[in-house]
């Protein structure tokens, strides 16, 4: 069981991952970007992309655009969650047509939860193209997922879940990796 | 993602009526129908959460408005709706209701959305069938998607979403209160939320029975006017107005038409309700229920709204 990653690491994972996402809307500047974050805490990585990739003049690269998707009714284990799903407001008030959409989230697993997204965002409209962006990939897949920007790499790493706090939904920023490994 | 952390589980797998419902359901309800309100609005206005699943309307007395919305509400879940009348139906060949009930069962449905002319239809139907039971009406006892919906839309436009604390709001039903279900199902939802209910008619319709469900009783609609928050408006139902308990209509208006003479009595603020159809002329004049202080065809939206989210809870309760 390896230590927490918290404070000066988890705040070089942090800007790995702000770099990574900044140098892709960098590259592609010419064009209308989105970021959309998946609840719970995609959407809070969102926002902070959101403030921190600004151009010269201190705007935000994505202009405002920056939205919240709740894919509980879309996950593939709905029937299974039951009584215990709780479903969310989807908060995307921007037309998806034609941008490119960096999709976020703080773990990536077994991509099931990408799956759902990417299914959800479709139904809100047809983007150019989407781009996922994750703080933390797990390893794990059960998909054929991949993704363009990751903050730090825990696939090779022996353990359970990994768990990311942030200050906006827990008060501090930290990367858990649980003890052992658990279903579900 | 998308899981309860807070311990709260919705327990039930029929919606017969409000009465049984706890505080945390009636708000788990509300939250749950936040969810949904985005979807009506998107390009795709549907989310894939009921695919392959059958909800039957089955309605045993007429109905365009409530139908039309439990209708649209399965289809934005995905789920394929079977719509079941009385009339061309072996409904009306003295099949009784548990033996139909049965047979739609059989056939493999997941939801019954039931509309009956008789109390305890709906109590009925669930106790016969082991799919769930939607309750869109049972005569004079419950129609319990009405009664969320319309705390819905007190939540929505009081600002009281989020927690939906109606503590500290006076709400009146005016009307026939004493033979509609619409008023049980929003005295139930309203005081478990914390409102404070007034009912008013003449006393015929508006008897002080009605005290024993902890709510207020008036005759006066022009005294307790003043002192309300939200008014929600009763329909008149003509085949009630040639009994004996009715007034004339003139007298009914007289007393307890809400008029624009009568509005200017009310709170700045008051929020206008009325469950539809109108009766223009009658309870409500038409400059009263087109007005910005009315909220009657948002209650259309939220209703919307709240059955996609009864429909999702009830049928999900029966797995995990």
Known sequence: MRSPIEGEAFAEVAAAFVRGVGEIVEAGAGRAWAVVGIKSRGDALAERLAAALTDASGASRFGGRVGALDVTLYRDDLSELGARAQVRATEVDFAIDGLDVVLVDDVLMTGRSVRAALESLADLGRARRVWLAVLVDRGGRELPIQPDVVGVDLSGVAGGRVAVSLVEADGVDRIELEEEARDG | ?320
């Open chain 2, 1 to 320: 993602m998308g899981e309860s952390a807070d311990g709260y589980r919705w327990g039930h797998r029929d919606l017969l009526g409000l009465a049984e419902l706890s505080a945390e359901d009636v708000r788990h309800v509300l939250r749950t129908a936040e969810g949904f309100e985005g979807v009506s609005g998107r390009s795709v206005k549907k989310v894939p959460a009921l695919r392959g699943r059958v909800v039957v309307n089955l309605f045993f007395e007429d109905s365009t408005r409530t139908r039309a919305s439990f209708n649209l509400a399965a289809s934005r879940l995905s789920a394929d709706v079977l719509e079941m009348t009385s009339k061309g139906s072996s409904v009306s060949k003295g099949e009784s209701l548990t033996d139909t009930a049965r047979t739609i069962e059989a056939m493999g449905v997941d939801a019954i959305v039931c509309r009956h002319h008789l109390s305890g239809a709906a109590v009925q139907l669930a106790k016969s069938v082991g799919v769930s039971v939607i309750n869109a009406g049972d005569g004079q006892h419950e129609h319990p998607t009405q009664g969320l919906l319309d705390a819905f839309t007190i939540a929505t436009r009081k600002g009281r979403r989020g927690d939906y604390d109606l503590s500290g709001l006076r709400v009146g039903i005016v009307g026939d209160v004493a033979h509609s279900r619409v008023a049980r199902s929003n005295i139930h939802a309203l005081t478990k939320l914390g409102a404070e209910v007034v009912v008013i008619g003449p006393a015929t319709l508006a008897p002080r029975s009605f005290e024993s469900m902890g709510c207020a009783v008036a005759d006066d609609f022009d005294a307790a006017l003043p002192t309300l928050d939200v008014v929600n408006m009763l329909r008149v139902q003509h085949e009630r107005m040639s009994g004996p308990a009715f007034p004339s209509v003139r007298e009914y208006v007289a007393g307890f038409g809400l008029t624009e003479a009568r509005m200017a009595r009310a709170k700045g603020d008051v929020l206008v309700m009325h469950p539809g159809p109108l009766n223009r002329g009658v309870e409500i004049v038409s400059s009263v229920a087109d007005g910005e202080r009315s909220a009657i065809l948002e209650q259309v939206g939220h209703g919307l709204s709240v059955r996609m989210a009864v429909l999702f809870l009830c049928v999900l309760s029966r797995g995990g």
